[in-house]
C-alpha cells in the first residue's frame, strides 16, 4: 500500500527534539512566500536524518496545508487535532497541536501587518464642479485607482471624494505631492 501524503508527517520523529520541529515549522512560516532555499531545504533535510529529499517535499505540503488552516481559518486548540487523519500517529498529532497552537497568534499578528500594505496610486485624476444646483460654490471632485498588492485582496479600487473650496488647494498640494512620491518610488530598479 502507498503511503498517503499525511502519512509524511511521521518523518518529523527523526528529529531529535521539539525545538529541531520547531525550527522547521517557522522556517516553512518565515518563507511562506518565497518558498524554502536550496541551504535551507538542506538543514531540514539534515534535522530529519533523510539521505535524499525526495520525501521531503511531501512532508513541507502537510506542513504548510496545516499552518495555513490553523492561521487563515483561526482553528481553535481543539480543532487543530481534527485537522489530522488517523493514520497521523497520536504523539505527532499532539507534538504538531502543541506548536502550531503556540505559534498561531504570533503568525495571525504577520498576516494582519501583510494586510495593512498601503495601496499603490495607480491613477488620480480630478475636476471642479458645482455640486448642488443652488450652490454656487464649486468642489473638486477628485477619482483616485489605487493598485492592491497584498495576496489577500489583490485588485483595483477606485476612490471617490469631494473638497470644499476652502480645502481644495491644500489637498491638492497633497496629493501631488504624494503622487510625485509614488511615481519616484516605482522607478527605482527592484534589483531583479
Known amino acids: 500500500m502507498e503511503q498517503s ?9 527523526r528529529a531529535n527534539t521539539k525545538e529541531s520541529v520547531e525550527y522547521i515549522l517557522e522556517s516553512l512560516w518565515r518563507t511562506r512566500k518565497c518558498g ?3 541551504s535551507e531545504r538542506r538543514v531540514i533535510q539534515d534535522i530529519l ?10 512532508l513541507l505540503v502537510c506542513l504548510r496545508m496545516l499552518i495555513r488552516r490553523c492561521v487563515y481559518e483561526n ?15 497520536p504523539e505527532l498529532q499532539k507534538l504538531l497541536t502543541i506548536l502550531l497552537h503556540k505559534f498561531q497568534p504570533l503568525w495571525q ?16 485624476t480630478w475636476n471642479m464642479a458645482n455640486v448642488d444646483e443652488d450652490s454656487t460654490d ?19 479600487l477606485d476612490v471617490k471624494f469631494r473638497l470644499a473650496t476652502d480645502t481644495l488647494e491644500m489637498m491638492l498640494k497633497s496629493m501631488h505631492s504624494i ?11 527592484n534589483g531583479h
Open 5 to 13: 501524503l499525511w502519512g509524511h508527517l511521521s518523518l518529523l520523529l
Open 36 to 38: 524554502l532555499d536550496s
Open 49 to 58: 536524518q533523510l539521505q535524499n529529499d525526495t520525501d521531503l517535499d511531501p
Open 75 to 89: 482553528t481553535s486548540k481543539d480543532e487543530i487535532t481534527k485537522l489530522f487523519p488517523n493514520e497521523v500517529l
Open 109 to 124: 499578528q504577520d498576516v494582519l501587518k501583510d494586510k495593512n500594505v498601503v495601496p499603490r496610486l495607480k491613477a488620480m
Open 138 to 156: 464649486p468642489a473638486a471632485v477628485i477619482n483616485l485607482k489605487l493598485q492592491n498588492d497584498s495576496q489577500l485582496h489583490s485588485g483595483e
Open 179 to 189: 503622487r510625485d512620491q509614488f511615481s519616484t518610488s516605482e522607478e527605482v530598479p
